[in-house]
């Protein structure tokens, strides 16, 4: 899989070496079963129109850039990450595109046009509720039209799970309530999170968002093995304390899978 980060000052060079496509997007946070829903889809498009398959993805979240800083967004898992994912389900390129504020200025009309016309997409893949260009204007049902009829479309039904719908927004709250086992559900896995340990202390790589203040039962994990632990995250939200011994095969980085939350956060003062 080949990654490109796009910006305004090289999309052109990028634009040159264009080829057909169908491409999936969205920001893709946490790679959820919507998520996971909307690639499968643009993965199997791409086979019956023998194209490669792309995906576009935005950094930083719109959210922060259009609020101008006010929303920040805790993400779910860094870029390299979901790098990797992407490869291990067949995406052929994966398009970062910065984000700011001359992007979140394009029209819908000028957004198609230069970052699908423009980079070979054919046939575009999104979930039910993808928006695009100046306030969102643009959707799946003006895309093919604001494509100039160059590209045709395909609209992935909401995913749910007893009646609410899977989001980012979703499982950030769960997260930062503690509600780490309903998690699976929305993810098909335990949420993971990276971190480094260096014999004393647990230190968590950017980019992730740890579940909310309280104690935690948790597997510690990395190539060398595996090991349960109960830890605790304080009330900074960023400290990390496990007050039994980690092995020390387990030294350097290390991945957190957070199992179930032990004591309800909201109860447990932990200073």
């Known amino acids: 899989m080949k990654t490109i980060y ?13 080829s057909p496509n169908v ?27 023998q194209v490669p398959l792309a995906v576009m993805s935005f ?3 719109p959210k922060t850039v259009v ?17 990797a994912r992407l490869r291990e389900m067949g995406v052929d390129t994966f398009y970062i595109v910065e984000f700011n504020q001359e992007m979140a200025g394009l029209s819908p009309e ?6 699908l016309n423009g980079l070979g997409v054919v046939h575009a893949v999104a979930g039910f509720d993808f928006s695009y260009g100046s306030r969102g204007a643009g959707n799946l049902e003006s895309l093919k039209q604001d494509s100039g009829g160059r590209i045709d479309v395909t ?10 719908k899977i989001s980012s927004t979703g499982i950030r709250e769960r997260l930062l309530n503690g509600k ?37 039962e948790v597997r510690l994990k990395n190539d060398n093995g595996s090991v349960h632990r109960d830890i605790t995250i304080m009330n900074d939200g960023k400290t990390i304390n496990c007050t039994d011994e980690i092995p020390l095969f387990l030294k350097g980085k290390l991945s ?8 309800d956060s909201r109860k447990l003062r932990i200073s």
């Not at 000028?110 to 970052?115: C, G, T």
């Open 256 to 263: 957190i899978v957070w199992q179930k939350e032990i004591v």
């Open 67 to 83: 609020s101008k800083g006010k929303v920040q967004v805790h993400y779910l898992m860094p870029l390299a990450e979901k790098e």
């Open 59 to 61: 950094f930083p979240h």
């Open 155 to 164: 609209k992935v039904a909401k995913v749910e799970i007893r009646g609410e």
């Open 110 to 115: 000028q957004f198609v046009s230069e970052y």
């Open 180 to 216: 780490v086992a309903e998690l699976p559900e929305f993810l098909g896995q335990y949420y993971e999170t990276h971190c480094e340990w260096n014999g004393e202390t647990l230190t968590p790589y950017p980019y992730y968002t740890l579940p909310g203040p309280g104690c935690y």
């Open 6 to 18: 796009i910006n305004q000052s090289n999309l052109a060079q990028w634009q040159k070496k264009k």
């Open 23 to 49: 491409m999936a997007l969205g920001c893709f946070d946490g790679l959820h079963h919507g998520h996971c829903a909307v690639i499968s889809t643009a993965f199997q498009k791409a086979k019956e129109k």
